[in-house]
Every structure is written in structure tokens, then in C-alpha cells.
């Protein structure tokens, strides 16, 4: 491939990720039109709790993708914020379980909800067809990129 012919705005990864970045930012926006003091991010870790409360920091990390570091402070928000609480490991003191409050939990519906309503507008004008096709060939990508991490 001849490098003087790269565009970066025609690039793959640079569309793909100002995409990402647009998805994020209707998403915060829409949790902020219906008062959910929630972030994008907070929003993955929720989730994973609703599915299953009471996980330790190191599985978040692992199952929302993102470092320990970055978990570990946005779980710090979420407390100040009264959305989740630490509790101590029954067996092992050195861990902390990570619970979602009464107040966390009420909130599943609506987030949810505005999830949803951020598919819808991201969905507009796009057949089912294409979708179906655009999501084989990002699900392609993320095999392509995770069998050559294997690799190395």
C-alpha cells in the first residue's frame, strides 16, 4: 500500500472511532435529557452489576475492557454518587465486592431505556439488512484484531 494515498478521514480506524466517540456522546446525552446522573462508562459497569451484583473490581475490569485503575475510579464516583457500595470479601479482606444500591438498581429501567432510544437514533435510515451487514463485518474485525493478538 503506498502511504501517499493514505486519507486519514477515509481510514477505518478513524471513522470507526469518531463514530464511537458520536454513539458516546448521544448516549450521555440522552441519559442527561432524563436527569440519570450517569456516564457512558458508569452505564458498562451498571450493566455488568444487573447481570450479576456483586463482582469484584478486577472481574469489572476484565468484563467491561477497561484498566483497573479507570474502574476503580469511576466505582469511587459511583459511590460519592450513591449508585453502588463496597463491601469486604466474606473470605478474602484484601477484595472488595461491588454492589449496586437500592438507588443504582431503580435506575436499570430507564437507562435501559435510553440505551435503547440511542440504538433507535443511531438505527435511523439504515435497513436491516445493512445493520445486519455492518455488524458481521465489525464482528469480523474484532476477530481479525483479537486472533492476531494471539499471535504475538
Known amino acids: 500500500m503506498d502511504y501517499r494515498k493514505y486519507v486519514l478521514g477515509e481510514s477505518i480506524g478513524y471513522r470507526i472511532t469518531a463514530t464511537a466517540r458520536l454513539i458516546i456522546n448521544r448516549l450521555n446525552q440522552n441519559f ?75 435506575m436499570q429501567i430507564g437507562l435501559i431505556e435510553q440505551a435503547q432510544q440511542t440504538i433507535e437514533d443511531i438505527s435511523q435510515n439504515i435497513t436491516d439488512e445493512d445493520m445486519n451487514t455492518f455488524l458481521k463485518v465489525l464482528t469480523k474485525i474484532d476477530q481479525n484484531l483479537s486472533d492476531d493478538k494471539n499471535k504475538q
Open 32 to 106: 442527561k435529557t432524563k436527569n440519570y446522573p450517569v456516564t457512558h462508562e458508569q452505564w458498562s459497569i451498571m450493566i455488568r452489576l444487573w447481570e450479576e451484583d456483586g463482582l469484584t473490581q478486577n472481574k469489572l475490569s476484565q468484563l467491561t475492557g477497561r484498566d483497573q485503575p479507570s474502574v476503580s475510579r469511576l466505582i469511587n464516583n459511583m459511590e460519592r454518587n450513591g449508585l453502588v457500595v463496597r463491601m469486604e470479601h466474606p473470605v478474602d479482606k484484601r477484595i472488595n465486592l461491588i454492589f449496586l444500591t437500592p438507588k443504582g438498581k431503580k
